[in-house]
């Protein structure tokens, strides 16, 4: 979680005179939901079983 962390904000300074709003965006995004996903994942596995 923290090397995504350092990468995301390294990521965000460098291509801070870009768009950084779509990369932040997306970065907060999968962050977000990927813990949400894994989480219906394993209820949907659960329920297969």
Do not use: C, R, V
């Not at 923290?2 to 801070?16: P, V, W």
């Amino acid at each position: 979680m923290k090397d995504y962390d350092l990468t995301g904000k390294k990521e965000q300074k460098k291509e801070n005179h870009q768009e950084p709003s779509i990369k932040e965006e997306k970065l907060n995004a999968a962050l977000l939901y990927t813990p949400e996903i894994i989480t219906w994942m394993d209820q949907t596995n659960s329920t297969d079983e």
